[in-house]
């Protein structure tokens, strides 16, 4: 392929040509009327859409512009300097206009390790790039060191997470265990931060094996009361909830010991939390805090109300799901208590903190919007029963979101 924008997707753009209809005659845009908006000739074209070439960082928005799309939409397995070089930006460039030096900006599209004192940098990288942030986030995994940490911890505890689900004594990780030693180099933080985050991780699917495991032993011998198929559809769904959460241990390790949320933001976090469904004044916390809260997490966990801010019903559920794991990364907060209703907050379904808990958690750290993460019809119920009533007696424990 001649050179031009890596990871250009010719069927991507032969899909979005076919989808518009051509200004000039009543029918699809054709490839000789692409090529007459974008000024070039129509070999060129079916050369972009066979494969054969790939255009410029110009050329590039020019198409994109013709038929309608974004530009990051022409391109697969992009990494975030395919995407910045797609925009036509420098390097220099994109780090003037995120204001942030050049070094720091760099580090990024080298590392995939974002500036702890900038929150909400996520969302400005992604609108600077015009892509969604499920785009970025793919297109930040796909930068070498970053792979080479998430390869590094594959196999560093892949027999920790055999052992894991054997049955038999649980064996957690220790900090003086080489897999512990090697991951405090990768992701340099203590030996102790990353036994501690594994043996969490490494708890949650031991309870994935025990439920595995009772709901074999109840296929055995009940058998003869339920049909043998709902057994065996119940096995499939949680072996494969114990393979993808296996899966994810090392872009959850990713997420927390490298792009953590700022200590800061937790700490209004937990202020929030702690104050409880009134909320609190706005004078009692830094303005600071709070514009980085909401621009960090796109506005979705914090709402007012007449006596201030207060954590939305995400938010909530967002702080009790990270809690475990921010204790460890910010020793100080290890006081603030787990339980919702110590603070006033409604309770919540029990049988669904699990899988809520599975979703956010991979979700979160890097300033993700869960919302795609979450079963859209339980997500618009609730957006209605808060549109009603946002903190009525037992909102929540009656339609969780997960």
Known sequence: MARGVAGFDGAALRA?????????????????????????????????????????????????RAVGVPASALQHDAQLSDLRVARGLTLAELAGRLGLAVNTYRRIESSGVLPKRRPGVFWDLAHELDVDHSQLDEAIRRIPAVEERRHHAGLMLDDVLARALDPGPFEALQDSSPPAKILAVVYGVPASTVSTVVNMLLADLRQLALQRAQLEARRDFTAHTRPAHLYERELENISGRIAEDTQRVPDI??????????????????????????????????????????????????????????????????????????????????????DPQHYGWPSFRAGAQPYRRHRLRVAHVLGHDPHPHWDGGSWMRIQSARARDPWASGGWSDEPPF
């Open 253 to 338: 390790l990713e997420r927390y010991l490298v792009n953590p949320m700022p200590q800061p933001c937790w700490r209004g976090l937990a202020e929030l939390y702690v104050a409880g469904p009134s909320g609190a004044a706005p004078s009692s916390m830094s303005a600071d805090i709070t514009a980085a809260l909401e621009k960090a997490f796109d506005y979705y966990l914090i709402d007012e109300n007449a006596s201030g801010l207060r954590l939305s019903a995400p938010g909530v559920l967002f702080f009790l799901d990270t809690l475990p794991y921010y204790r460890v990364i910010y020793a100080p907060d290890r006081a603030i208590r787990p």
């Open 16 to 64: 979005a040509r076919r989808g518009v209809p051509c200004p000039d005659h009543p029918h699809m845009l054709t490839v000789a009327c692409l090529a007459r908006r974008v000024g070039t000739s129509k070999a060129l074209i079916l050369s972009y859409e066979h494969g054969r070439s790939s255009p410029s960082p110009q050329r590039l928005a020019d198409l994109a």
